[in-house]
């Protein structure tokens, strides 16, 4: 099975940028989807960004568009998060997320935490103003 590791968050000013890093451990990263997703406190998990398993293809939240970019190196088991002109609304905890993957489905389909099966256990990324 798979176990994930995210790395890279910190405390950074409002306009910085910043990579997250997520490294899978287990079996290769090779037919699963990846995502990323955040929570503040005494908010839901939201979504933020995904990446499909063959074609690559990506998906992100209308707030992060532009700004964030999801990557992925199956050679090395790790998925990138690289954000660009972070917001103090950017402040949370971010997860790394592995779904088994089938086929391709629709863009809606990656954004719901419940089509993924493995979680990291987060890196925190505070933005101050």
């Known amino acids: 099975q798979v176990q994930l590791v995210e790395s890279g968050g910190g405390l950074v000013q409002a306009g910085a940028s910043l990579r997250l890093s997520c490294v899978g451990s287990g079996r290769t990263f090779n037919n699963y989807h990846m995502g990323w997703f955040r929570q503040a406190p005494g908010k839901e998990r939201e979504f933020v960004a995904a990446i499909t398993w063959n074609v690559f293809s990506t998906f992100y939240a209308a707030s992060v568009k532009g700004r964030f970019t999801i990557s992925r190196d199956n050679a090395k088991n790790t998925v990138y998060l690289q954000m660009h002109s972070l917001e103090p609304e950017d402040t949370a905890v971010y997860y790394c997320?592995?779904?088994?993957?089938?086929?391709?489905?629709?863009?809606?389909?990656?954004?719901?935490?419940?089509?993924?099966?493995?979680w990291g256990q987060g890196t925190q990324v505070t933005v101050s103003s």
């Open positions: 997320a592995a779904g088994l993957s089938r086929t391709l489905f629709s863009g809606s389909y990656y954004s719901d935490r419940r089509s993924y099966d493995y």
